[in-house]
């Protein structure tokens, strides 16, 4: 060791010496694994008259046996003085030792611990540059209040120490005691000492003090701590060629916040980072990737943006030729890359051709990127691949691969012929799920292309005995209710899936629905007796409520104005867009800034899965009331307001006279609601209903329902074995959805015997993939068991009401900006609610719906709430008790798709004993 620091004078010199020493003392420790036998009875003594031996062998065995019983996870807590007394030497290997086990207790022994800060502080003022490095480095990792003022000293020498190694350790340090306690590192000046390292003369000290500010800078975003300027970023970059690969992303994440003064400036820093591209490193690839992409967008000159964008291209696809994992990560952060510049990548499609020994999930991302770059000038080479894909014998890869060839078509309007011909070419193999999935894409086809591709209808109707998937079934029935007008036989294939109606998944009901009002309205005489009879079914027989209030809409349309009926079910329809999956721009944007990071590969923004780490909402404080009455209510004492909607500044009906707001006149305003805070498990749970009858499953039955418990969506199942043999070994698999749910742990269900049953409930969260259902709330799911024959599939719907969260709740000022930005409204009725608006108030509260505001209105009790879905998609709504067991709902959300959601979920629980009749709440 000595040899080796006196032979190192230089500081980079020495640092190497410094790792070399470390990977030696490592290598030692390793090859211990005599000390990880199986203690003996009585040990523990024997450890501690081994700890407090004179001889220094002995004793430091002693330690690497507690250190290896920690190891494994026994207690050794008790031995905490005798291994402190341990620090006390001039041997390196103890000392670590000792520094880590004390690290693994300080928090269980914090009074004791204050013991060891005379030798933390000794040494710091070490000769050893290794061992002033791990003394700072193990009171950074204490994680013990009482201690941090004993630090401050010690940590501020070593921030301008000689030695490299010990400055960038300290660097670290800051970061660490700032998390613990942030204002004791504001009031001694360490913030500013970190800035001084950004000049340091060696770049890994540069590297680590970057390192720290941008961690701080997490932590404390409003209060600017890392000030970058151009001064600092030419020190950044000047680093950035000398430091060490996990440095240089350290500097390339820092330099991805800059905002360049000029195009000067900008060009520069793209200059200096572009060859960071051509790293070995990938992490180090995808940041300065990172870089550039968020710098393209304020480069003026358009041929220096060309020229970076062709210098992006070759690393992305060397990624590609790494091993398949980092394969996954590179495709999900250059699908990003393509949905924004989708010219970068285009001359390099084969590349992501898929290979016979890829992975699925490599194959899967393959398949999108490639359709993202097709284009009119390599469509042919595209369509060859995905068809040649269409015959490989993994069926979510045969599946995708179809579907692609529909969004081909959709994207490419040139292609539409040939991908039609080739969907037509897949057909006649009459291989099920290929003919299934193809008759899926071309009504989407017949939507992009209206009266150009029909001729193929007679092709299609033969495969309609062959469809057995909800999907397939409900296209083929859109595409025969669509042009029944031109299919001979319409009523005929129709009513051969009416005979099964109530069997029919949900969305294939609403389409049959649909369809058959369509032939009857093109083709009245002799469907008469149709439409009566699946009208009957959708609002008579079924218990779903969208089934059931279209079914309602349609008869009453068809009753009191045909001429209307016909404009609603026959109205010209939208053309579908080439892209529907493509992210929101906003959305997108953010995604590109966090490129090489975790929410890149989810395509979400972290937000949605890592739990913030400031400070949380604040609490509304009595003694605000009376200023947040009036910015709630508006903010003007003389505003006349009528009957009709609070917040949304809409015409409300006749006006009141003299109305003061704040005074008895409206009744009071009751600001926080009395709403109770998430009490799931209180919450409403429908009925358990049968998700898979015996003969569907092998005998195997599955009855089930949905509740919101203990901040989890929990699937309630009860499983039958009606077979002749026992199960055991069950597993659940979803398939993507809109609410990207999954199950959060395994499946635990004792071995059924014939006869048997058993209950089992399941946690989801939603950190699955994502893919828009019909309806939403749609779940698809495999189980499978031994002592089963295949794998059984069922879906079931999850009700809304269990998809809201516990931190729903707005505050006033945001809540009442929010409505007044959202101009669209959607109102409805619903009847036979007989309750108070307290009533009211706490059934929704304990449901995760929460009350804002509530007051008094002409009479009439109008309640303001919100609540939030689980993807993160707020909704207000505003409930007008009007009488009679009558209440107006008007709901708005920033998103228009998940109004009918919000809307369901308030009926589901304000309605589960509503009045009988059913048309009552509608008309």
Known sequence: EKALLECSKEPPEREYACFVLEQTRAELIMSDAKYFSTAKKGETFELKQALNSIKKNEKRDAVKKVIASMTIGKDVSQLFNDVIKCMQTDNLEL???????????????PEDTILAVNSFVKDCMDPNPLIRALAVRTMGCIRVHKITEYLCEPLRKTLKDDDPYVRKTAAVCVAKLYDIDPELVMDQGFIESLQDLLSDSN?????????????????????KLFDMNPATVSKLLTALNECTEWGQIFILDSLAIYVPEDQRELQSICERVAPRLQHVNAAVVLSAVKVIMKLLEAINDEGYKATLLQKLAPPLVTLLSSEPEVQYVAL???????????TALSNHMKVFFVKYNDPIYVKLEKLDVMIRLANENNIQQVLAELKEYATEVDVDFVRKSVRAIGRCAIKVSGSAQRCVDTLLDLIQ???NYVVQEAIVVIKDIFRKYPNKYESIIATLCENLDSLDEPDAKAAMIWIVGEYSDRIDNADELLESFIDNFSDEDVQVQLQLLTATVKLFLKRPTGNQELVQKVLGLCTQESDDPDLRDRGFIYWRLLLTDPAAAKAVVLCEKPLISEETDLLEPSLLDELLCHISSLAAVYHKPPSTFVEARSAGKKVLAGADEEEDTVEILGGDLNTNYGGGDLLGGGDAGPASTGVDLLGGALGGLDLLGGGAGGGASSGFKKPAEIWLSAAQGQGLEIQGT????????????TLRNSS?????????????????????EPLAVPSIPPGGSASVNVKLSNTGQLQRQDPLNKLNIAFKATGLGAVVYFSANVPYHTLLTEDGQMEKPAYLEQWKNITEEHNTTLSGVQLSAGELIAKLGQNNVFNVAKRSVNGQDVCYVSFKFINGLSVLAELTIQGGGAIGVAVKAAQPAVIACAQDALATLLQPAAAADPMAGLF
């Open 429 to 431: 193999t009459k291989v």
């Open 332 to 342: 999900r952060n250059i699908n990003l890359v393509v949905q924004k510049y989708s």
């Open 203 to 223: 770049p890994m000290v540069v590297a680590n003090a970057v390192a720290a500010l941008s961690e701080i800078h997490e932590l404390n975003p409003g209060a």
């Open 95 to 109: 000392k670590k030792l000792v520094y880590l086990y004390l690290m693994n207790y300080a928090k269980s022994s």
């Open 706 to 717: 949905f509740s919101r418990t203990g901040g989890h969506t929990v699937m309630e199942m």
């Open 724 to 744: 002749q043999g026992a199960m055991s070994d069950f597993a659940i698999q979803f398939d993507k959805n809109s609410f990207s749910l999954v199950n959060s």
